[in-house]
């Protein structure tokens, strides 16, 4: 469910959702959970300073069982200890499942230097609480507990159907184990819109 709200100077929106996650293996194992959540996103166009194309985005998130309708990466609503269809009862009634308690937050702003060059800084953050207990140590390595992002850069369309841009990107990542990583890159740009 979504309530938009849109006015000259942006707009502003609620959301929330509430999803069946249904898991069958055909033989013995049928569960069901129920994933929910909620949110809120907007831009705002301050237009102060003459700088009518400038724009504030935020968007913020939160849910259990949320899965692809947060700002994920792994689109993940449950954890488990599932690794493939049990072959008896008894091993099926030892498949542990939780949903996945998750939040997710980014902000930006977009400024136009010149009614052909542009740039753009954001922040980004993402939360999964995934039980390492339950994946287990190989996932646990994998899995993402925190990402957080950063991007700065400067576009420029010499024509409206052509963007050359150069950014910046740091970002750190957190994994359910808690092996930590940074990255620092830098994004060439060349598009051609048709």
């Not at 100077?9 to 959301?15: F, N, P, R, S, T």
């Given at each position: 469910?979504?309530?938009?709200?849109?006015?000259?100077w942006?707009?502003?929106q609620?959301?929330?959702?509430v999803r069946?996650?249904?898991?069958q293996?055909g033989?013995?194992?049928?569960?069901?959970?129920?994933g929910?959540g909620?949110?809120?996103?907007?831009n705002?166009k301050?237009?102060?300073?003459?700088w009518t194309?400038?724009?504030?985005?935020f968007?913020?998130?939160?849910?259990k069982?949320?899965?692809r309708?947060?700002n994920?990466s792994?689109?993940?609503?449950?954890?488990?200890?599932?690794?493939?269809?049990p072959a008896?009862l008894?091993t099926?009634n030892?498949?542990?499942f939780?949903?996945?308690?998750a939040?997710?937050?980014?902000?930006?702003y977009?400024h136009?230097w010149?009614?052909n060059v542009?740039?753009t800084v954001?922040?980004?953050?993402e939360h999964?609480?995934?039980?390492?207990?339950?994946i287990?140590?190989?996932?646990s390595?994998a899995?993402?507990?925190?990402l957080?992002t950063?991007h700065?850069n400067?576009?420029w369309?010499?024509v409206?159907?052509?963007?050359?841009?150069?950014?910046y990107?740091?970002?750190?990542r957190?994994?359910?184990?808690?092996?930590?990583g940074d990255?620092?890159?830098?994004i060439?740009?060349?598009?051609?819109?048709?």
């Amino acid at each position: 469910a979504v309530l938009q709200v849109t006015r000259p100077w942006g707009h502003l929106q609620l959301k929330g959702v509430v999803r069946d996650l249904d898991i069958q293996d055909g033989h013995f194992i049928s569960r069901e959970y129920v994933g929910f959540g909620g949110g809120f996103s907007g831009n705002i166009k301050p237009d102060w300073f003459g700088w009518t194309k400038d724009n504030f985005v935020f968007q913020a998130e939160a849910g259990k069982g949320i899965g692809r309708y947060i700002n994920d990466s792994a689109n993940a609503g449950l954890a488990t200890n599932y690794t493939g269809s049990p072959a008896t009862l008894a091993t099926a009634n030892s498949i542990l499942f939780k949903p996945i308690a998750a939040f997710g937050a980014n902000a930006g702003y977009q400024h136009w230097w010149l009614p052909n060059v542009r740039s753009t800084v954001s922040f980004g953050i993402e939360h999964d609480d995934i039980p390492s207990q339950l994946i287990g140590p190989v996932e646990s390595t994998a899995a993402n507990k925190e990402l957080i992002t950063t991007h700065a850069n400067l576009i420029w369309s010499p024509v409206s159907f052509v963007d050359i841009g150069l950014e910046y990107l740091w970002g750190h990542r957190v994994v359910v184990a808690n092996l930590k990583g940074d990255e620092n890159v830098l994004i060439s740009k060349f598009r051609i819109r048709f």
